[in-house]
């Protein structure tokens, strides 16, 4: 794995983290989001990260058998969570309540999502750290040549 290499594995882990920290500032944005374009309450975003360049399971084998070298990470489809029940609430005097009185609001927990901002704030800096050890590394490797 060359240096350039190392950089564009960092490089990837970076931009996915900035996506996934995006899409949580939007979940944290639309907490209380009752009705979107749809008429339906908002629903909380997930991300999908895959392993760039992935093949099939006897190429990954024998690819990771040989080297330990990585290819980056890729999103590859961001998702509504329909696992986490929505967030129903008695207001009558809400305009979107239904004719109970209930009011279902977005799946979406603040505390959740804090952490998952802090968890993908520190792999992006990880990811920072990673990219400055490579570059100080090829630029100590340039000075050796002098």
Known sequence: MSAFDAMNVSASG???QRLRMD?????IANVNTTRD???EAYRRKILVFEEKGRGSFASILNSK???FAGNGVKVTEITEDKETAMNVVYDP????ADEDGYVTYPN???VTEMTNLIDASRAYEANITAFNATKSMALKGLEVGK
């Open 23 to 27: 899409l949580i500032s939007q979940n």
């Open 93 to 96: 005097s809400h305009p979107d």
């Open 65 to 67: 058998s040989s080297t």
């Open 108 to 110: 979406v927990n603040t």
């Open 14 to 16: 970076m931009t996915a």
């Open 37 to 39: 374009e749809n008429g």
